[in-house]
């Protein structure tokens, strides 16, 4: 097992996914189905949608910090119950528009506390030598979470929209009561009997401030493909299912990295994965950015795969070697405030690429972001010495 409490990081998993499908659901399915019925139009949509996400981004080193303060339990329990007052009001309906956005904007606060509990403790509980491959396990999870959300609710919506507003519901009903059994959840052990000084806090927060540049570029060119996923299709003349053979080579690919380049990143250091990953990610977005992209599927999508198992294992080790003993949740947050911003820009930058230069100006940029990620990494990674992390003992117990 990566985790040395696995029954509580089982449920924080759990919630996470959950936490997901609901959220995914509702932003992505539920709201842009459900606009007529509530009087609003695509502008107000997405200006709704944006304020939740802005919170959600800028609110994430702030809810790290308290969750890792004051412990986790109360704000996860929180941010499950603003998510089901917001669902179960656009279910009801008749609520004036800024009253909606400004709950959304309240869930969006208290959402940004669950991505950096649920990887501080994932960190906190892994298995020594482990830490890797629990982390890149645990940023998976979004996954199941998506499909659910997207996949299976946005059919169901589109058929029967009130069983579909029903799932909803039940899915962060569920992700309530699952946070519940987490309230107990202690603050994570701070090491050291003093406050820090300014100059340890300096120190401590120095490898942090290294990362955060890579950390907006490497979500920026994968951001670049969000809107435009249909549009590429529809220009290579495929449809969905032309993509399932390549899509396996993509999954199988990313499967088997995963462990093995988390083995090695475990075992030696977590570069030795992720300065390969980005060069594979670099390259398998140049195939792509030549002429007939379609004719190399084959080839991109499974190398696609095994770039980012590289990279995910190689960048979470790194980030959890980094990160200030006793102030991981803080970290966490810092790091996915700065994430969020790349994925918030990529689709401005990708729309731009391709209406001026198509397809290869679209994957010629994101292969260009991450050869110079792998440039800045190269340079600034010696810069900083990481924080070695410390054993904890299993007083995280809930």
Request: glycine share 14%.
């Amino acid at each position: 097992m990566l985790w040395k409490n696995p029954a509580l990081m089982l449920r924080l998993l759990a919630l996470l996914i959950l936490s997901e499908a609901a959220h995914f659901g509702f932003f992505i399915t539920a709201l842009p189905l459900r606009a007529e019925s509530l009087s609003l139009n695509a502008a107000l949509i997405g200006t709704l949608t944006g304020g939740h996400y802005l919170a959600d981004a800028l609110s994430k080193g702030p809810m790290g910090y308290l969750a890792g303060r004051w412990g986790a339990g109360l704000l996860l329990a929180l941010a499950s119950l603003a998510g089901l007052l917001v669902l179960g009001t656009v279910t009801v309906g008749h609520l004036p528009y800024l009253a909606l956005f400004a709950l959304a904007a309240v869930w969006g606060v208290l959402y940004g506390s669950l991505w950096p509990v649920v990887m501080g403790y994932s960190q906190l509980l892994a298995e020594p030598g482990r830490t890797s491959r629990a982390l890149a396990l645990t940023s998976l999870a979004v996954a199941p979470g998506l499909a659910l959300g997207v996949g299976v609710l946005g059919p169901l919506m589109q058929r029967q929209p009130q069983q579909g507003l029903d799932l909803l519901l039940g899915l962060q009903g569920l992700a309530l009561l699952l946070s519940l059994t987490l309230l107990r959840l202690k603050p994570a052990p701070q090491t050291g009997n003093r406050a820090a000084s300014l100059g340890e806090l300096r120190r401590q927060w120095s490898g942090v401030a290294l990362l955060l540049p890579a950390a907006l570029a490497q979500t920026l060119a994968p951001g670049l493909l969000v809107t435009l996923v249909f549009p590429l299709l529809a220009q290579f003349g495929l449809g969905m299912m032309d993509l399932a053979w390549p899509a396996l080579g993509l999954l199988v690919g990313l499967g088997l990295t995963l462990w093995l380049a988390g083995r090695l990143a475990d075992r030696t250091s977590p570069r030795r994965a992720l300065l390969p990953g980005l060069l594979v990610l670099a390259l398998s977005y140049g195939l792509l950015a030549l002429p007939h992209p379609e004719d190399r599927l084959w080839l991109a999508l499974p190398l696609l795969g095994m770039g980012y198992g590289a990279f995910l294992t190689g960048w979470n080790g790194l980030v959890g070697q980094v990160l200030p003993q006793g102030q991981r949740m803080t970290g966490w947050g810092a790091i996915m405030t700065v994430e969020a911003l790349g994925y918030a820009a990529g689709p401005v930058l990708g729309g731009l690429m391709w209406t001026h230069y198509g397809h290869s100006g679209v994957f010629a940029t994101g292969a260009a972001v991450f050869v110079t990620t792998l440039v800045y990494y190269l340079w600034a990674a010696g810069q900083a010495q990481p924080t070695r992390s410390t054993v904890y003992s299993e007083s995280a117990r809930p």
